[in-house]
Nanobody
Framework: QVQLVESGGGSVQSGGSLRLSCATS????????MTWFRQAPGKEREGVAT???????MYADSVKGRFTISQDNAKKTLYLQMNSLKPEDTAMYYC?????????????????WGQGTQVTVSS
């Protein structure tokens, strides 16, 4: 059974930083894509950063240059380092896992999801 567990969310002031973690278990295939999504109240879920099993990364324009996605294969953990946070980054953040996602930041391609961790940025 595949499980994803996020942690690291919290409340920060504008300009601050947070690092999110997503611990994974139960996924046995060597090839995968993992992505951080976020969803603010009343808005659609948005893909913000994605990474493949071979380390290729991609970012949404809204976070490019501020967020960094990474992974520790030994710990089976995904990270999202978020710097220069803005109030518009406030959302519930989810990690998701897919064996194959032809449109990497589209949520419908992801079968496995974590429960989410809240990030709140105040001005």
């Amino acid at each position: 059974q595949v499980q994803l567990v996020e942690s690291g969310g919290g409340s920060v002031q504008s300009g601050g930083s947070l690092r999110l973690s997503c611990a994974t278990s139960g996924y046995t295939y060597r090839s995968y894509r993992m992505t951080w999504f976020r969803q603010a109240p009343g808005k659609e879920r948005e893909g913000v950063a994605t990474i493949t099993s071979d380390g290729s990364t991609m970012y949404a324009d809204s976070v490019k240059g501020r967020f960094t996605i990474s992974q520790d294969n030994a710990k089976k953990t995904l990270y999202l380092q978020m710097n220069s946070l803005k109030p518009e980054d406030t959302a519930m953040y989810y990690c998701a896992l897919s064996a194959f996602a032809p449109i990497p930041l589209r949520s419908s391609y992801y079968k496995y999801w974590g429960q989410g961790t809240q990030v709140t940025v105040s001005s």
